[in-house]
């Protein structure tokens, strides 16, 4: 899961990127609204936490262009500002949800898994996907009564095939949503990371397509 | 509505219109009262005349009255009772119409009214005639006469009234729009204006004093608003940063790096929040005219030494050269106050600068003003943005990605230092270039002569000290060149 925050304050912008790196997300980072706008525009986000009083280009204005121009991430407002008309504004716009500044940590980390789950076409917290269950608030994988320990990567890849489940997920888009913008590895770490995910769930989970990507069928 | 000031001026309308028609009616009946009874008198005397001709002294002491026919007549009229009485000079009674009549003697000469009647007392010929008769017709026709004019003042006041209620209205109208604008504009509908008719009429100018003062009102309110939501946020930010750090940091069990670092982090939010807190509150006492200026004698080039020593590691560090001519200026002034104005801007000009930047600060005499001029070059500011960046909060965008830290209230500070000092401050900017900040200060003795309006408390113990003879002549300005390391380095 790959999450974006546009936010001008440095310290908040790092404790917010420590705290959903923790929670196995990739995560990138716009301190201004033009370059917000411009990575809102190339990166299929799975959430995006959107300051409103960004420099440059404001927050609000970022939201209402990557709308128009058909990006479905969801967006998650998080401003200072807590007049009523702030908020509606924001969600008229197109936002998904909105927190208030200060906020609790957990009250934000749930509300980011609430908007990817309900992005999703199954907007359950718990995830089947063949013989297994996926816990995604515990972030916890199962099979039968058995826990199955996960590196985070291995779990984001996998909770990201059963939120798909029933399509091919080209090894790009898994790319995409396990890595953040500075990271470059080669480019067959994402078959070694199914490998493993392979010998740890079972080899009966998760299929190839070859030259096209991975399935969990549906 | 008995008080509403329509109706208190109807009612002294009501009451002046009907004096005057009172004090006419009264006239009226007075003069016509006048008039008719000195007819009556006039016919009176006449008739007591043609008896005193008729008496004709007799033989033995008798007399004969002999009265014409018309006399008689006179006397007799049924519709109006008339009647006389004659005596001789002794007062013996020679003849009367009636014995009723003058029973104590004859009257004394002259007209007077008694009862309903009206009596002339002639003397003529010897003898006393009295020739009276009843006026109660005249009472009669005073009194129809009043009425009439009852009738028609009550009438004329009635339409008066009527017409005096709706030109009353008319001319109140504008009251009655002034209170429902201000009505509305108290309960918090502050777009409410008092439309106006008129603006040469006395209320229109009332309407448009108010309309005035509802705008500053409006103005000075979304100010507030704004301020509130400004401060609000500023606070909020390093709070919430703080706050989500120590989530961070207590959600589990971490390592003493990862300690430190959460620390570090709170101790920036704190001192944000410190540094605003301090800035929100030397702002509001300065606003409240809490705080006050220590005025003395201060050498400007001194002082701004001083900060340009303080923030020298600053520019080192981020490359930037420093570049101070100073001249020895004296001002009336409180040095720990612009100490600080000196230092902001100088922070600015580093903060703002490019790498391998210049900042040059001059301290010298223009056109008996003492002018601290601060000169960049760094980023600029925008021409939309240089009205604004001495309001509190005001924050150009470039200057928000340069110094995040920074709460825009540096500048609002600095004004309130220039004019507290009865000096200005100007900022002028080409873009992409340099930032020049001009503040000029009155010298000295004019200094003293701003100091006696009372905000400030300045002593003046000494005449203004004028720079050491060698260095005024010989060395004018004292050059400082502050080169950091770094830059010296390249």
Known sequence: MRVMIAEDEVDLARTLRKALTEEGYAVDWAPNGSEALAKALGVPYDAILLDLMLPEISGLDVLTAVRQRGVRSPVLILTARDAVDDKVHGLN??????????????????????????????????LAAGPLLLDTNLRLVRRGTEVIELTAREYAILELLARRKGTV????????????????????????????????????VIRTRRGHGYLIDG | MADSLRARLLVWFAAIVMLVIAMVGAAVCWMTWRSRLSAIDAELARRGESIARAVRPGPEGRVDVELPADVIAYFQRPDLPAYYAVWRADGSIVDRSDPDIAPGGPPRRGAATRASNREVVIHSGGLTVLAGRDVSDVWQELWSLAATVMTVALVGIAAALAVAWSLAGR???????????????????????????????????????????FDRQRDSIERQRQFTADASHQLRTPVATMMAELDWALMRERGGDDYREALATCKRAGARMQSLV????????????????????????????????MLRPLAMQRGVRLHAALSPQTVLGDSDRLHDLAANLIFNAIAYNRPQGTVSIVVQREHERVVLRIRDSGIGIAPIDLPKIFDRFYRADAARTREPAGAGLGLALAKWIVTAHGGSIECTSEPGRS?????????TNQAAAAAGDGRRSARLAAPPIAPSASTASVNPSVQNDVRPSAASSE
């Open chain 2, 171 to 213: 001319a109140l109208s504008p009251v009655k729009r002034i209170n429902e604008t201000a009505r509305r504009m108290a309960e918090g509908d502050l777009t409410a204006r008092i439309a106006i008719d008129g603006t040469e009429t006395e209320l229109g100018q009332v309407a448009n004093a108010l309309n005035q003062a």
């Open chain 2, 278 to 309: 301090e800035g929100l509150l030397t702002l509001a006492r300065a606003e409240s005219g809490e705080l006050r200026l220590q005025c003395l004698e201060t050498r400007l080039d001194r002082v701004v030494e001083d900060a340009v020593e």
């Open chain 1, 93 to 126: 716009a197109g936002a998904d949800d909105y927190l208030t500044k200060p906020f609790v940590l957990t009250e934000l980390l749930a509300r980011v898994r609430a908007l990817i789950r309900r992005a999703s076409p199954e907007p359950v917290a718990e």
């Open chain 2, 435 to 443: 930032t020049e900040v001009v503040v000029s200060l009155p010298v």
């Open chain 1, 169 to 204: 997920v080209t090894r790009s888009a898994i790319y995409d949503h396990v890595y953040d913008e500075h990271e470059d590895t080669l480019s067959n770490v994402i078959d070694v990371f199914v490998a493993a995910l392979r010998r740890k769930v079972g080899p009966d």
